[in-house]
C-alpha cells in the first residue's frame, strides 16, 4: 500500500506564509511527479503546482511568483511554500503522487487534505 501523509495547513491572515509538506510511503518503486491540488467549496479540485523526478515545475497562474514547490526525491516528500496568500488561496490542499510501485503498477495517489485558511 501507499500512503500520502499531508502536514502543515492552518490559519493566516492576508499576506502571511505557510509551508505544506507531504510524504510518501509503502511500496513505491519509484515516483514519476508530486504535487498539490487544492479545492474550494463549490469549485473543481485544481492544480496548484507538480515537480517531476528531472526539476521540470508547473504552477498555476494564480500562485506563479508567490508559492515555491520543491522535492526531496531520496525522502519521496514533497513542499510547498505559500507566500503573499490571499483569501481566493484558501481551500483543500491535497498532496499528490504519480507512481510505480513495486510490482511496477503505476496509479496516481492522493493524501487526505489538509486545510489553508486566509483570513481578510
Known amino acids: 500500500q501507499v500512503q500520502l501523509v499531508e502536514s502543515g495547513g492552518g490559519l493566516v491572515q492576508t499576506g502571511g506564509s505557510l509551508e505544506l509538506s507531504c510524504a510518501a510511503s509503502g511500496n513505491i518503486f519509484r515516483i514519476i511527479s508530486m504535487g498539490w491540488y487544492r479545492q474550494a467549496p463549490g469549485n473543481q479540485r485544481e492544480l496548484v503546482a507538480d515537480?517531476?523526478?528531472?526539476?521540470?515545475?508547473n504552477y498555476a497562474d494564480s500562485v506563479k511568483g508567490r508559492f515555491t514547490i520543491s522535492r526531496d526525491n531520496a525522502k519521496n516528500t514533497v513542499r510547498l511554500q505559500m507566500n503573499s496568500l490571499k483569501p481566493e488561496d484558501t481551500a483543500l490542499y491535497y498532496c499528490?503522487?504519480?507512481?510505480?510501485?513495486?510490482?511496477?503498477?503505476?496509479?496516481?495517489?492522493w493524501g487526505q487534505g489538509t486545510q489553508v485558511t486566509v483570513s481578510s
Open positions: 499528490s503522487a504519480y507512481l510505480y510501485t513495486d510490482d511496477r503498477a503505476w496509479d496516481d495517489y
Open positions: 515537480i517531476n523526478s528531472g526539476g521540470a515545475i
